[in-house]
């Protein structure tokens, strides 16, 4: 079961990682337009919020992974729940799919780490 909460965590962590890629770096290029379906203009517009909010999501990952290391499940689990939270509203405010990605596998992860304990 430990393993599984470790391999559930981590793979929460590069999902957020990947998020701080395409939207710091990616926003303006192809692929970060395909992804969150914005116009060239309206990406132009939003660069620096978008930046903003990829910082936010490496802050996530970063912690996932330190307190990971350091085995502080509580710890992790109030960051796999900031991320719920973040999925929750993200669906609700922007796009359901958000849920799916984002929240889906925060709960895997709790749960994992919920039954083992």
């Known amino acids: 079961m430990l393993i599984l909460a470790n391999v559930l965590v981590v793979l929460v962590a590069l999902l957020h990682v990947y998020f701080l890629v395409l939207e710091m770096f990616l926003w303006t290029r192809p692929l970060g337009l395909k992804t969150f379906r914005n116009s060239p203009e309206k990406a132009e517009t939003t660069r620096v919020l978008a930046a903003n909010q990829g910082l936010y999501n490496g802050f996530l990952a970063a ?34 799919r958000i849920f799916f990605v984002q929240g889906i596998p925060a709960i895997a992860a709790i749960a994992v780490i919920w039954l083992g304990q």
């Open 63 to 96: 912690g996932l992974l330190y307190y990971l290391y350091l085995g502080e499940w509580q710890v992790v689990m109030f960051f796999l729940h900031c991320v719920l939270v973040a999925a929750v509203y993200g669906a609700w405010s922007v796009n359901r």
